[in-house]
Every structure is written in C-alpha cells, then in structure tokens.
C-alpha cells in the first residue's frame, strides 16, 4: 500500500462553511481522492497533515503555529515513507493582515518544497515526487470571514499561473482546483461538499499518473 501526503490549510481540513464544524473522512476532498483511488485498483492511504490558518512561509500575528515551513521536514519524517507529496497552501497568504501577492505566495510554495526535498528521511528511502495543487481563487469573504479575507479576492490573482511555473522550474506535478471548483457559495472562501467532491475525483485523476509503481 502506497502513502500520500496532503499538507494543505482549512480547505482540505474540511471546515463546513459557515461553520465551526468539518466535513467527515469521505466528505473531504482527501478521502473522496483516497475513495477513487483504491476503486481504481490503486490501494493508497491518503494522510492529511492540514491545519486551518496555514501560511505557506508566514507567521499568524494571532494564533501561532501557522506557518507551513516551521517542521515540515519532520512531518515528511515522520509520515515516510511516501509515495507522493500533494501541497495546497497560499490562501491564506491573502488574509487582511498580509499584504503578499501572488508571486511571493507562489515562492513560498517554492520554499516548502526545497525543504522537503531536504528533509531527514532513512537511508535507501527515496524523495517523494510533488504534486502542487493551486487553490481556487478566493471569491469575496462573506460573513465572520469578510474582514479576516477583506481584499484577497484581489491579492490572489494569477496564483495559479504562479504556481504552474513553479512546477515547471522544480519538476513537480501541477493541477488548477480553479479548473474544476470555485469557492464556496456560502463563506467564498472554503469549499462547499459538492466542490470537496468534485476536486477530490479530479485530483485522483491527476494522482493515478504520478504515483511511482509499486
């Protein structure tokens, strides 16, 4: 059975929009991708490592922690070994607080990524191949989110195209979520059950022509 890896933010965390509250396992876009996977005759276990607020490089100024380069190479550690890596950060390098754009959201996507292919792992296992996921762009934040998002509608243009050249330049895997889901209806920002579906079958289409043979 192969390992996968997604280190992502409250997008694949599963948070239920307009709510405190997460998806279940199969609801969520992981599971929904582990769920098609193994229906195809892939056995995988897909392992989320996802925490709401996380930056791709950056500090929260409010809640610690949510800075995805602090101990990734130990997370890589301690879940190898690993068939493939999938990374879906950068929204909330968007947040009110920040004022990034996308290109410096796109390096710090750059960042993780040399620090995985540095991390500590056993002798004789081998580096994991990277699938880059660019999240779809923000729509503008309704509800308790509209002062914590105010303006990333804006801040996150051209995220994608970013992102894809990253990919390019360090030969990882690249899919646009934007190409298959918009973001929530409800908050316009997370992912409503219908998109968390709609992406997790997407990416195990792109996942099934990664994954290194067993």
């Known amino acids: 059975m192969q390992q996968i890896l ?3 933010d409250s997008l694949s965390w599963g948070i239920i929009p307009g709510t405190r509250e997460r998806f279940d396992f199969d609801q969520r876009w992981p599971g929904v ?5 193994v229906t195809s005759g892939r056995p995988v276990r897909v392992m989320e490592d996802c ?14 922690g949510r800075n995805g380069l602090v101990g990734i190479e130990q997370r890589i550690e ?4 690993l068939a493939l890596i999938i990374l879906l950060l950068g929204t909330n390098d968007f947040q009110a607080v920040h004022q990034y754009n996308a290109w410096q959201s796109a390096q710090g996507v750059a960042t993780l990524i040399a ?9 004789g296992m081998s580096i994991p191949p990277i699938l880059i996921v660019a ?3 923000p729509l503008t934040a309704k509800g308790t989110l509209a002062p914590k998002f ?7 243009v051209g995220l994608n195209k970013e992102l894809r050249q990253v990919a390019a330049e360090l030969e990882c895997g690249f899919f ?4 298959v889901s918009a973001t929530s209806r409800v908050d316009g920002v997370h992912l409503d059950e219908d998109q968390q579906l709609a992406l997790g079958r997407a990416v195990a289409e792109k996942v099934i022509t990664m994954l290194p043979e067993d």
């Open 115 to 123: 620090a995985i292919r540095r991390a500590p792992i056993e002798p």
């Open 176 to 179: 646009d979520a934007g190409t």
């Open 51 to 64: 925490l709401s607020g996380r930056r791709t490089v950056w500090d929260d100024p409010f809640k610690a």
């Open 33 to 37: 991708m582990e769920r098609e996977l």
């Open 6 to 8: 997604v280190y992502g």
């Open 135 to 137: 999240p779809p762009p």
């Open 150 to 156: 105010a303006g990333a509608e804006h801040k996150a």
């Open 78 to 81: 301690v879940h190898s070994p």
